[in-house]
Each structure stands twice: as C-alpha cells, then as structure tokens.
C-alpha cells in the first residue's frame, strides 16, 4: 500500500530572508547570516535578502512583493516577534496568509521551553501558507534561528 506522499527525494527551494530591525545593518545582521548560512548549507537557493525596520507597512511590502513572486518558495523572517512594543512581524504578516500553520509556532515554543525556559512564551513565531509560498517568522535572536531553522 503507498501512501498519500510521493518522497521523489531533495527539491531545492528558493528562499528569502527578512531581517525585521530598526537597528541592523548588513554588517550586524548576525541572525540573517545564520538562515543564510542554513539556506545554502542545506542545497537551497537564497534568492533575496533584505532589512526592513520594524514598521508593519514596510514589512508587508516586502513580504507582499516577495509572495506575488513565482521564483519565491519560501521566505523566512527573523525579528519582531516579541511583545516589545515594536514588534509587529505576527501583526504584518497574518493578514497576508491563506492558510495559518499554527503548529509551527506551538512546536517552536515548546522546543524553546526546553532551551531558554519560561522566556519561551514571549515568542509570536509564526508560520503559514500564502499563493502557494511558505512563511516562517522567527524571532530575532541567533538562538531561536538555529532553532527555527533546524
């Protein structure tokens, strides 16, 4: 009996990072650097990457050019998913999604319990599914994109 998945093996996808900061540029960027690192490492294609301030507008430019964009599989944000005031990649991003994938950020928090502790419930990482391109929205610490990515 098959089941309802065909595993034809590795597809590399083309993926973009955003880094959302009102403080980083392309030199301190270390948490883009690390999905960066972890897209090409992987045999994925990286093609885009920017910095965007933390301004829900300027996000959902970027995220809305990006999704409308048939050469785009996938993106991947890092930064503004906290509970600081600035923090508005969740507020950006949900409107934008066809189809939430709540577990991506229940399973995040629960392998961040287990790294950082009770600090693990200020995470609003999220992830979905829109024109057929996945979003991940991770928090900016170079921890959690470790653990996001892997």
Known sequence: MTGHFDQTGFVPLNIAVLTVS???SEETDKSGKILQQGVEEAGHHLVEKAIVKDDVYQM??????????????????TGGTG???RDSTPEAVIPLLDKPIEGFG????????EEIGA???QSRAIAG????????CLPGSTGACRTGWS
């Open 22 to 24: 009102d403080t980083r």
């Open 60 to 77: 959902r430019a970027v995220f809305s050019r990006w999704i409308a964009d048939p050469n785009v599989h996938a993106i991947i944000s």
């Open 83 to 85: 509970i600081a005031g």
């Open 106 to 113: 229940e399973l995040f928090r629960a392998i961040s319990m």
């Open 119 to 121: 600090s693990a419930i």
């Open 129 to 136: 599914l829109t024109n057929q391109t996945l979003i991940f």
